[in-house]
């Protein structure tokens, strides 16, 4: 099983980055999918859900109108679409997948917004 971010980097506040997270080893249309971040010294946080069979369900309030969250089961992949990005969205951001019982995490993609 495995997980695997990528699309993170620098970026200057106020553009865009998309966040991709492929997943292998499961079913991945049977599964829950979200995104969470960690900034430093901080707690990891939820940042958007999409079910695996209605489509998004949660945006945290502090990104609500400037991420998107999609998914593709052809291609087992996850995004997060990151527009109008703010120098408090600098963070690791993590993919998570979830069909209870089993909980995958993947490794962390870092996005740092900065001028």
């Known amino acids: 099983v495995q997980l695997v971010e990528s699309g993170g980097g620098l970026v200057q506040p106020g553009g865009s980055l998309r966040l991709s997270c492929v997943a292998s080893?499961?079913?991945?249309?049977?599964?829950?999918l979200s995104w969470f971040r960690q900034a430093p010294g901080k707690e990891r946080g939820l940042v958007a859900v999409?079910?695996?069979?209605?489509?998004?369900?949660y945006y945290a309030d502090s990104v609500k109108g400037r991420f998107i969250v999609s998914r593709d089961n052809a291609k087992n992949t996850v995004y997060l679409q990151m527009n109008s990005l703010k120098p408090e969205d600098t963070a690791v951001y993590y993919c998570k997948a979830v069909r209870m019982p089993n909980i995958y995490w993947g490794q962390g993609t870092q996005v740092t917004v900065s001028s």
């Open positions: 080893g499961f079913t991945f249309s049977n599964y829950d």
């Open positions: 999409i079910s695996s069979t209605v489509g998004p369900t």
